[in-house]
């Protein structure tokens, strides 16, 4: 086990978080745990054309939701301050000069119109969009094409550039990924990425690594969408003379549409009817909401559980995890090579199981609040913990603690009594009548003893009592469901069963 652990969620907050990010974040989550490390939340906005306003508080409330803290960030703060790449803009331009010194980099002064034409220039049938790379390096403006003076003077002169970093011609360039084993990348496919915008912010390559070093990560989780990138990363590591301190790498296979091949995208939710955000996303922008998992009625217990299962497994035909179990269990050899596809009937399933196996007391606020959500407040908390006990195992989503438990505290109004009907008479009708005394008489109103009694009336009735339930269930209820029918009365209590009893019989008068 390694002491020093340190491990970082890494966003961009440029919108919704997607179930895959919140698995990566679970993933350095679990291990930085395991390993008794820290783990850190880095807002990685130096891409300013894609910074949206109001995606990192989001991202901050999501792992809130989740239940991942993260030890150091911007919000908690910590020793590697700031945590925010923006804020941290004067620090990386030392490290890209660092590397022009060394031959590793250069300054390229082309402009967008220069890039345009060289991209005309060399397009082939088999080359449509040629990039910037070794094989047209010399043919533009940087300081490998122009003479030192002229670089210099091009410099003093204040004309925009940008840093680059030169790719070796033909070297192979190999790591090995906790997840994937050795991988070998040409650096001759690779282009020259720009590391130092002309506004002097660092890209993502560039800030990564530095800041990675800075913060003495040991171990970066992310999404294999990360993997054609890594050989520039791995290069910057050496050529900044940090090798030794560069963090291992798991770059974690795609999580995939339910049905085909590829990533599970936004638009896939939207076509195949679930959500793949965490959280309700509203963009700024366009006003457009995105739902999320938490708002469909997720417990975030199951939600995280859900995630871990998509690309690991114990070994064993364990489904259910706590996150504790999850923290004490979690290995990365155990992590799928492959991508596992998503399963919104099975993300139920965990959801449904979670709010089997939880108490009254746990369910509790989340409960509240759906009912509050849908204009039912309830203040005594013992009573709707009944509620919750009676009805939970019938609740796949927490917004189905409205429709099974609303009866509970509302008279319902529409009564499905075409489902009563076709074999209501006027001995049924008697007997309700006889009910109807018999509960009034009845000094205590408990379950067990009040469905005795309506056996016994039943039989007094000559009526069998299955004959009687869907009826009073309606009268109650007001549907074919709910938990038991004498349970559902003790908690209506005495008056209110009679209450829905006498109004059922005066709307099956009226037909
Ligand atoms: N900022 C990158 C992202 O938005 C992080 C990739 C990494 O973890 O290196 O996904």
Not at 18 to 31: C, K, P, Q, S
Not at 90 to 111: N, T
Not at 298 to 323: H, K, R, V
């Amino acid at each position: 086990m390694n002491k020093n652990v340190r491990v970082r969620f890494a966003p961009s907050p440029t919108g919704g978080l997607h179930l895959g990010g919140v698995r990566t974040v679970l993933y350095n989550y679990l291990f930085a745990r395991h390993n008794a490390g820290e783990f850190v939340l880095r807002i990685e906005d130096t891409d300013q054309t894609r910074f949206v306003p109001g995606a990192e508080d989001y991202i901050v409330q999501c792992l809130q939701w989740c239940g991942m803290i993260p030890d150091e960030g911007p919000v908690t703060g910590g020793p590697y301050a700031p945590y925010r790449q923006s804020e941290r803009k004067s620090l990386y331009r030392q490290y890209a000069e660092q590397l022009v010194k060394s031959g590793h980099a250069y300054y390229a002064f082309d402009r967008p119109e220069e890039l345009e034409s060289m991209r005309e220039r060399f397009k082939t049938a088999t080359n449509p969009a040629p990039q910037y790379d070794h094989n047209v390096r010399l043919e533009m403006r940087n300081s490998c094409s122009l003479t030192l003076e002229e670089t210099e003077t091009l410099l003093e002169d204040g004309v925009p550039h940008v840093i680059r970093i030169r790719m070796p011609e033909n070297e192979t360039v190999t790591f090995n990924d906790m997840i994937r084993g050795e991988v070998s990348f040409n650096t001759g496919l690779v282009d020259d990425k720009v590391l130092l915008k002309a506004d002097g912010m660092p890209t993502y390559h560039l800030a990564v690594v530095v800041d990675d070093y800075l913060m003495k990560i040991t171990h970066a989780f992310r999404g294999e969408e990360w993997l054609p990138s890594s050989p520039v990363h791995v290069l910057l590591w050496k050529y900044l003379g940090w090798e030794d301190a560069m963090p291992q790498w798991a770059h974690l296979p795609l999580i995939l549409k339910p049905d085909g091949n590829g990533k599970l995208s936004k638009r896939d939710g939207d076509r195949l009817g679930f959500p793949v955000f965490a959280m309700n996303w509203t963009d700024p922008k366009t006003t457009e909401l995105t739902k999320g998992f938490r708002e469909l009625g997720f417990m975030p217990e199951a939600f995280i559980n859900m995630l871990a299962m998509l690309g690991w497994n114990d070994g064993t035909d364990q489904e259910i995890f706590t996150i504790e179990e999850l923290i004490s269990k979690f290995s990365i050899d155990r992590v799928h090579k492959g991508g596992a596809k998503f399963d919104f009937e099975k993300a139920k399933w965990f959801n449904h199981e979670w709010i089997k196996r939880s108490d009254a007391a746990r369910l509790l606020p989340d409960v509240k609040r759906v009912l509050a959500d849908n204009g039912l407040n309830i203040a005594d908390d013992a009573l709707l913990s009944s509620v919750i006990t009676l009805v939970k195992d019938r609740c796949t989503l927490l917004t189905d603690f409205y429709d099974q438990s609303k009866f509970f505290f509302e008279t319902p109004q529409q009564l499905d009594l075409d489902a009563v009907r076709p074999k209501w008479n006027a001995e049924k009708k008697t007997f309700f009548e006889a009910a109807i005394a018999q509960i009034e008489a009845a000094p205590a109103f408990q379950a067990t003893e009040q469905e005795a009694a309506f056996k016994e009336l039943a039989a007094k009735h000559n009526i069998k009592p299955g004959e009687l339930m869907m009826p009073l269930r309606i009268m109650l209820v007001g549907g074919k469901f709910g938990p038991g029918v004498f349970d559902i009365a003790a908690i209506i209590g005495k008056n209110e069963t009679i209450h829905r009893i006498q109004q059922a019989l005066k709307q099956l008068d009226l037909a």
